[in-house]
């Protein structure tokens, strides 16, 4: 097992008249035994940059930076090296939507069979119903076709074909979206089992109530760009950029009040701080683009922090 260690990772799309800034400039390391979670709201880049990770940007995109996984670049790593050394064996990812990911005239049991052939040699491959057990599933299970299978059902059938390949990292995108509070308590704790057993999970969420359970860090990202990052606890009970402390905000336990104004178009982004329009806390700096800055690992890009 490796850390994955990613330096200045930027990611803009071209279109015929306008580039979209989806990523820029993002640095962040996950190491096994730990569980990172990116929250924020939707069209901030989360998604973008787990994408750029596992090779899956459209022709289109323009990737700068480095993600080192040990000696491989995955930002510049050709498709075949991606295929048959990182994706499914290093890294596993939990999609968005999972039942919509399957393939509907096959059972699920089929296609974690197709994934295991594919990952290990005969000798030494591991059976669909092992697997499916640290996926929470039963055989049986595993002989039903997608539309057959309850939504929290097929998250665990994505969940057992994203460790058939026995990766140290997951990256779960959007995995509690469409389940009841009952299947979110079983996912995280299926994620936080993942941890204990030491491998690393790269959790990407709306859900700041499951961020807060399953996280040990929480980067806050907007328009692209990490805003705060820290301790799960510390960001969550103690924000301190306008953004995030919004964030906390919104939720129905708390003032349950949302942020004002609109996210910002990503083919005109402002020099400065992003968030200078919809904040209540701006002053002349706020025209100079701020930097993470902070102590004990609690960093915020504010120039006025709470």
């Known amino acids: 097992m490796v850390d994955l260690v990613v330096d200045s990772l930027s990611v803009r799309f071209t279109l015929p008249e306008a580039k979209v800034s989806a990523v820029s400039d993002v640095s962040f390391s996950i190491s096994p035994g730990e569980c990172v979670a990116f929250v924020g709201e939707s069209g901030c880049g989360k ?3 787990a994408s750029a990770l596992l090779g899956f940007l459209p022709g289109n995109a323009e990737v700068a930076g480095s993600a080192m996984l040990g000696c491989i670049d995955l930002l510049s790593a050709p498709d075949h090296v991606l ?3 990182v994706r499914g064996r290093q890294i596993g990812l939990v999609p968005q939507s999972p039942a919509a990911h399957l ?3 096959r059972t699920a049991r089929a296609q974690l069979d197709e994934a295991l052939r594919f990952l290990h040699p005969a000798a030494s491959r591991p059976s669909a119903d092992s697997i499916a057990a640290r996926a929470g599933l039963k055989p049986a299970d595993l002989d039903l076709y997608p539309h057959q299978l309850s939504g929290g059902m097929a998250q665990r059938v994505a969940t ?4 058939a390949g026995d990766p140290w990292l997951i990256i779960a995108d959007e995995p509690t979206t469409g389940l009841d509070r009952a299947l979110v308590d079983a996912l995280v704790a299926e994620l936080r089992a993942l941890v204990a057993d030491g491998r690393a999970v790269l959790l990407i969420t709306h859900d700041l109530a499951a961020a807060r359970r399953v996280a040990d860090r929480i980067a806050v990202m907007y328009a692209g760009r990490f805003i705060e990052v820290g301790p799960a606890s510390e960001v969550l009970d ?9 964030l906390v905000d919104s939720l129905p336990d708390r003032a349950f009040t949302p942020i004002p104004g609109l996210p910002p178009v990503l083919t005109d982004l402002p020099p400065g701080c992003a968030f200078t329009p919809r904040c209540d806390r701006v002053t002349d700096e706020c025209a100079d683009r701020p930097q993470l800055t902070g102590v004990n690992g609690h960093l915020v890009a504010c120039h006025q922090p709470c």
């Open 47 to 49: 998604s973008v940059l």
């Open 83 to 85: 295929s048959q050394q």
């Open 103 to 105: 393939t509907p005239v």
């Open 160 to 163: 057992a074909l994203a460790l």
């Open 238 to 246: 103690a924000p301190r950029h306008p953004y995030a402390r919004g």
